[in-house]
């Protein structure tokens, strides 16, 4: 079993930054992050595979979102730049062994933490 703990979320205004991190109890070669905004399914967004650091990022974030892992802290960060109404969402970290941004390919799950984005 694996613990996710995510932080850094909270409330920017529109252009603003966020630095999410969420730190895993133990290594998982995949690992990933999610949002869900009120009423909408859970998308991944970004996932990076240890070793290789190939990275995946959905269209919707691509070129404004970074993530990265520094795996001697068990940690995986999602940098947020320019940001928009429509990255207003809960954000989750997910952590598995096979790679992608679909929901059935990761095995643990953080509880999530509130990204608000205003203008």
């Known amino acids: 079993q694996v613990q996710l703990v995510e932080s850094g979320g909270g409330s920017v205004q529109v252009g603003g930054s966020l630095n999410l991190s969420c730190v895993a109890s133990?290594?998982?070669?995949?690992m990933g992050w999610f949002r869900q905004a009120p009423g909408q399914g859970r998308e991944g967004i970004a996932a990076i595979v240890g070793g290789s650091l190939h990275t995946y990022y959905d269209a919707s974030v691509k070129g404004r979102f970074t993530i990265s892992r520094d795996d001697a802290k068990n940690t995986v960060y999602l940098q947020m730049n320019n940001l928009k109404p429509e990255d207003t969402a809960m954000y989750y970290c997910?952590?598995?062994?096979?790679?992608?941004?679909?929901?059935?390919?990761?095995?643990?799950w953080g509880q999530g933490i509130q990204v608000t984005v205003s203008s």
């Open positions: 997910a952590a598995g062994v096979a790679c992608g941004l679909e929901r059935k390919v990761y095995m643990y």
């Open positions: 133990g290594y998982r070669s995949c």
